[in-house]
């Protein structure tokens, strides 16, 4: 599942398809040509999934992608 958070907007999470996903992201950074989209996939997401949905992006022309990493603090 994918969850779409701006942060702009009081962090507020709504769920969205993944064909929902870029339309939402170009409409947003229209608005904000500046505003970055990271992703951020929970432990158990395959690698290959986020690659995937990165790849729609990039295919949408949805500009300032990346990935939000957390370390482990080690």
Known sequence: S????DRAKGAQEV???RA??????????AKNPQQPVLIAGD??????AV?????????????L?????QT???
Not at 43 to 48: A, D, I, L, Q, S
Not at 51 to 63: G, I
């Open 20 to 29: 929902e996903l870029p339309a939402r992201l170009k409409e947003a950074q």
């Open 43 to 48: 432990k158990n997401v395959k690698y290959e």
């Open 15 to 17: 769920a969205v398809t």
């Open 65 to 69: 992608v990346g990935l939000l990493v």
């Open 51 to 63: 690659l995937s949905v990165m790849d729609d992006l990039q295919k949408a022309q949805v500009k």
């Open 72 to 74: 482990t603090g080690k």
């Open 2 to 5: 994918l969850v779409l958070r």
